[in-house]
Each structure stands twice: as structure tokens, then as C-alpha cells.
């Protein structure tokens, strides 16, 4: 089963930058559609984001503007790069094979005020 590692997590002031990766176990982005994820402390895992196999971006209403996905499918790594980032955006942040039930263990990102 593949395995997904995250990390670039850590605690960043508001309006700064961080980019998050997501390396898989296993070739699997040249067909596969990947999703960021993320859950703040109390609340339910929301979505943030996704890239489909082609390419295709789309992302929450909440971080649209400031997030970005890409891919790199020669190193099986799937990024998210956050700018202007908000105290609201401290979260675990996760990724996901967007067709299984998998998931990685999750980096924390913390904005501070």
C-alpha cells in the first residue's frame, strides 16, 4: 500500500510563506489526482485544495489567491505553497490520493498573530 509523508510544516507570523510537500512511496501522480487537507484543532478535516492527474487546480474559497498546488511527478512529490498566510490557516495539514482512503500523517502549520 502506498505510503504519503508530509512535511515543510512549522510556526510562521502572519502574512508570511510556507511550502508544504507530500512525497508518495510509489510512482502514482502521472494518473492519479492528488488533495490537501487540512484540520484545525475542534473542528472537522476540511479540503484546501486539488490537482487533478492533468493538471487541473482548484481550491477552497478560504485560501484561493494565496495557496498553490504543483506536482512533481519524477520525485512522486505533490506541493502546497501558502503565502499571506492567516492565523485562521493553523491547521495539520494532510494530503491525499484523492481515489483512496489514504493518508499521510500530517504536518502541523501554525500562524502566529
Known amino acids: 500500500q502506498v505510503q504519503l509523508v508530509e512535511s515543510g510544516g512549522g510556526l510562521v507570523q502572519a502574512g508570511g510563506s510556507l511550502r508544504l510537500s507530500c512525497v508518495a512511496s510509489r510512482t502514482i501522480f502521472s494518473k492519479d489526482d492528488m488533495g490537501w487537507f487540512r484540520q484545525a484543532a475542534g473542528k472537522q478535516r476540511e479540503w484546501v485544495g486539488s490537482?487533478?492527474?492533468?493538471?487541473?487546480?482548484a481550491y477552497a474559497d478560504s485560501v484561493k489567491g494565496r495557496f498553490t498546488i504543483s506536482r512533481d511527478n519524477t520525485r512522486n512529490t505533490v506541493y502546497l505553497e501558502m503565502n499571506s498566510l492567516k492565523a485562521e490557516d493553523t491547521a495539520v495539514y494532510y494530503c491525499?490520493?484523492?481515489?483512496?482512503?489514504?493518508w499521510g500523517q500530517g504536518t502541523q502549520v501554525t500562524v502566529s498573530s
Open positions: 491525499k490520493i484523492l481515489s483512496s482512503n489514504v
Open positions: 490537482m487533478s492527474a492533468g493538471g487541473i487546480t
